[in-house]
């Protein structure tokens, strides 16, 4: 008796805490839309989305908008009476698997972009560049970019084939599993025929395996790239060479990018990854999974929000630095003035070697 009772209170808390994920997935869903929205309306009004630098950004927001969709979508058939339901949840969860692995690599491809900004600054810095450098770096980012949309759906594709014609969609026949990501296959798939439920089985660790190895792989990664990025800003700091205050200021910038982007990737992903390694250790749903549940639902869903911020504060931050730079220069003695321009004028050669580069950085 006092085990049903207690089976009864989890039942129920499950429940609550299953209204306030979509409820929570709701609201930064949409915010996480709109985030990612405004950075694209952004790049599209200023004309700078074919620009170096914001071509992975914007990759990378479109990723997120379309993720962002998904969840609010699977929000709204949380609790509603919709035909076809389940088969609607099994094949939007991967979609929506697709845009999350592609949001990945397209977060490795705009830092490692950063890495390479900030590498050419320091060869500017001390020694001329290349311009071959600069089109070979253009061109393994525009063919990253195209992988980065390909590798996700070619790996999806055996969940959309077989897990259809397999009918693994009767595992959503529970409202909750439209709203949690990779949920084990339910008491229902048990009605399917052996071979059926052995295919889904399968897919569904495959899928697991899939998410798991691709958050591993971009987390060492970004790393591993946010290590480099961080010993050539050393090395910048330590650097006796003359840079201007704005040239300051775009390195500065990009070294913040570098280093927060990855920390909002981690913010988004790192409860997620939790909860499936503990699902997989201990299935049964506990109160620590409850919580995770919610967590989850908190932050892999504003990954749009996240990064619009990001990107806002950084931009904010380099027009405040800017501003600065200009301030100085207005309030320094003309003898300074003559002197930094008589330094700028030996420095035009190296500038007009790079027309390509620098048009780039300032494109912030």
Known sequence: MAFLLEASTLEDSLDLAFSAVQWIQFVMAT???????????YAVFQNIQKSPEMRPLFYLSFSDLLLGICWLIE????????ANKDIICYNLQAVGQIFYISSFLYTINYIWYL????????NQSGQSTFPLVIDNTC?????????????????????????????????????????????????????????NTSVCNTLYFYGLAIFLASFLLSLLTIVVLLIQAQMLYKKFVKSTGFLGSEQWAVIHIVEQRVRYYPVAFFCCWGPAVI?????????????????????????ASSQGLLNCGVYGWTQYKFFQLKQEARRDVDTQTPLLCSQKRLYNRGQEPLESALPSATNSSTIL
């Open 31 to 41: 915010l996480s839309v709109i985030g990612s929205s405004s950075l694209i309306a």
């Open 275 to 299: 909860l499936m390694v503990i699902k997989l250790i201990k299935p049964q749903d506990t109160k620590l999974h409850m919580a995770l549940y919610i967590l989850q639902a908190l932050t």
């Open 139 to 195: 061109r393994v980012g525009q063919i990253a970019i195209i992988l980065s949309s390909l590798i996700p759906l070619l790996l999806m594709i055996p969940v959309f084939c077989l897990g259809n014609a397999s009918e693994c969609f009767r595992n959503f026949s529970q409202s909750h599993r439209c709203i949690l990501i990779y949920s084990p296959p339910s008491a229902m798939a048990e009605l399917l025929p052996s071979a």
């Open 115 to 122: 890495y390479k900004e900030l590498r050419m600054k320091h």
């Open 75 to 82: 929000a709204l058939l949380y609790g509603t009476p919709t």
